[in-house]
């Protein structure tokens, strides 16, 4: 059974730094692509950034230069690395793993951006 757990989020001043990771198990972790998807209030879920398991990675034009995604196999855990963070990135953030277009999702870490 796959099983993804996020953690790391939390309160954060506007400017601030953030570093989210994901424990996979049940899979194949290397052979995964794997990513984060975000959801704010009102908000449809959008993708923020992905790494396939070649570790290419794509991102959203809102984070680039300020959130980094990376993986480590041995570990089965994906990162994310939120840098210069601000109000409009508060959100519920989720790990997805993804094989054959099917992806497995974890059940959310909060992202507060606030003063």
């Known amino acids: 059974q796959v099983q993804l757990v996020e953690s790391g989020g939390g309160l954060v001043q506007p400017g601030g730094s953030l570093r989210l990771s994901c424990a996979a198990s049940g899979i194949l972790f290397g052979i995964y692509d794997m990513g984060w998807y975000r959801e704010a209030p009102g908000k449809e879920r959008e993708l923020v950034a992905s790494?396939?398991?070649?570790?290419?990675?794509t991102y959203a034009e809102s984070v680039v230069g300020r959130f980094t995604v990376s993986r480590d196999n041995a570990k089965s855990t994906v990162f994310l690395q939120m840098s210069r963070l601000k109000p409009g990135d508060t959100a519920v953030y989720y790990c997805?793993?993804?094989?054959?277009?099917?992806?497995?999702w974890g059940r959310g870490t909060q992202v507060t951006v606030s003063s």
């Open positions: 997805y793993a993804e094989r054959h277009r099917v992806k497995n």
């Open positions: 790494i396939a398991s070649g570790r290419s990675a």
